[in-house]
């Protein structure tokens, strides 16, 4: 079966990779840290049903032609609810049946709220995984969570998400100074614009 597991963050994608890796799923993550061949040889390998666990942020949620999955599951809720939908919606395509999960915690009461006012229907409560169920691995995903942490630390991955946010944020700066000299020169244009008519 088809899967793609939505986290939050390119941190948390390439974090949860690594743990599945560890515990013998095989699976590969595409987020925004990965080099564009890097993401399409991702996409390739879940298209082609090589690898059948996809592990994503929004990235992977719209306007990439990702195949109908067989189970979303929402590592975490997504905070804008329209999201939430464009998640779910990659599964129960064209008429399949499909299936979306959502770990949830007392934080996400009001994620959850949104995701329920968004699709009209309530979010249901999955039988089927059971307490003791998560219990019995904690211990291994424990284990390979603290192995999954290690490797990219090894390969230099927080320093890459420090880069990464240091030039999101220079971007932003940018855009807002942009945008800023945009509105006034068209202040001073507005200003122009009054003198010449009230001159004539």
């Given amino acids: 079966r088809s899967t793609i597991v939505f986290v939050s963050t390119c941190e948390r994608a390439?974090?949860?990779s690594g743990i599945l890796s560890e515990v013998g799923v095989e699976n590969v993550a595409l987020h925004s840290l990965l080099s564009q061949n890097r993401r399409l040889a991702a996409l390739a390998k879940f298209k082609s049903q090589q690898v059948r666990v996809l592990v994503?942020?929004?990235?992977a949620s719209r306007g990439l032609d990702v195949p109908s999955v067989d189970?979303?599951?929402?590592?975490?809720l997504p905070r804008n609810p329209v999201s939430y939908v464009h998640r779910i919606g990659r599964t129960?395509?064209?008429?399949?049946?499909?299936?979306a999960i959502?770990?949830?915690?007392?934080?996400?009461?009001?994620?959850?709220?949104?995701?329920?006012?968004?699709t009209k229907r309530p979010l249901e409560i999955c039988s089927e995984?059971?307490?003791?169920?998560?219990?019995?691995?904690?211990g291994p995903v424990t284990k390979a969570a603290r192995l999954a942490k290690m490797k990219l630390m090894d390969i230099g991955f927080d320093e890459l998400v420090k880069k990464f946010k240091e030039r999101k944020a220079r971007d932003r700066k940018e855009r807002q100074r942009i945008e800023r000299s945009l509105r006034k020169q068209a202040k001073r244009a507005e200003k122009v614009k009054t003198s010449e008519t009230s001159q004539s």
């Fill in 56 to 59: 994503a942020t929004d990235i």
């Fill in 92 to 99: 129960a395509r064209a008429g399949r049946r499909g299936r």
């Fill in 71 to 76: 189970l979303v599951i929402n590592a975490e």
């Fill in 14 to 16: 390439a974090l949860v």
């Fill in 129 to 138: 995984i059971t307490d003791d169920a998560a219990i019995r691995m904690l």
């Fill in 102 to 118: 959502s770990l949830v915690s007392e934080q996400d009461v009001s994620l959850v709220h949104a995701a329920e006012e968004i």
